[in-house]
């Protein structure tokens, strides 16, 4: 069984500390920037009535795993946007798509990743160069394969340049729908196109519609063979939490 940690540690991370052991206790408060970093939106971020973190099921949380890699167009084009087309292509090498699932689009800008000016990859008129879904891919992927969440390694589900022409339509879209994303994922390349499960958690705040996502990882199952006899599978998984940077 192998585990990945697929969250970009902290960058903006303050921390205070109130007591220390010479005290009788230690005691730490830690500030974070929302929407910043791996995080998860919820419904409720752009959409009115839509659900908040904790209305999400824990159920929707532990999800199948597939991983679309665009890494290579991407790199050739950074304005790639992920088409209903590509989905296809992909199910008719993988399968089709299980309902309830969550798909990344794996385009390898995490790589990016601390570097801000690479990830926004701003132009001379200040228009962000990256890729992103297609309204097609995200209409597919909802009403058709009834996917529970989706995820990709950028700031937003919009690529650039539509985004600069027309806003987040895409984000408010996927958002309208009910199901939560997941931003700036990482370690997409590691992760097995099929075979993997997502687990997301987070801190329960109550009311949020936001939370970086300290506990975020990839599970893939093992068949355990013996002597070329299947004896099972295994499913375990570690809850890594990244250092915040100093």
Not at 177 to 202: H, K, M, R, S, T
């Amino acid at each position: 069984m192998r585990k990945v940690h697929t969250s970009q540690p902290f960058l903006l991370c303050n921390k205070k500390i109130f007591f220390t052991l010479k005290d009788g206790f230690h005691v730490q408060k830690f500030t974070v920037v929302g929407q910043y970093g791996t995080h998860i939106d919820a419904p409720i971020h752009f959409v009115e009535g839509g659900r908040w973190l904790d209305e999400i099921d824990l159920k929707d949380l532990l999800l199948p795993l597939y991983v679309i890699d665009k890494s290579k167009e991407v790199a050739a084009n950074p304005n790639f946007i992920l088409s209903k087309q590509d989905i296809l292509d992909f199910e008719a090498e993988h399968g089709q798509i299980a309902e309830g699932a969550f798909v990344a689009f794996r385009s390898d800008w995490s790589k990016r990743w601390p570097d801000q000016d690479a990830m926004r990859n701003l132009d001379e008129n200040g228009v962000q160069q990256s890729p992103g879904w297609s309204r097609e891919a995200l209409e597919f992927l909802i009403h058709e394969r009834h996917v529970k969440a989706v995820g990709h390694e950028t700031f937003d589900t919009d690529a650039g340049i539509p985004a600069a022409e027309h806003g987040l339509v895409n984000e408010y879209y996927l958002l309208e729908q009910n199901i939560y994303q997941v931003e700036v994922l990482n370690q997409l390349d590691q992760v097995p196109a099929v075979g993997a499960f997502d687990f997301d958690c987070f801190p329960s705040l109550g009311q949020g519609n936001w939370f970086t996502c300290p506990c975020h990882c990839h599970l893939t199952i093992n068949k355990e063979k013996e002597s070329g006899t299947e004896i099972g599978n295994s499913l375990e998984f570690d809850l890594v939490v990244p250092p915040p940077h100093s």
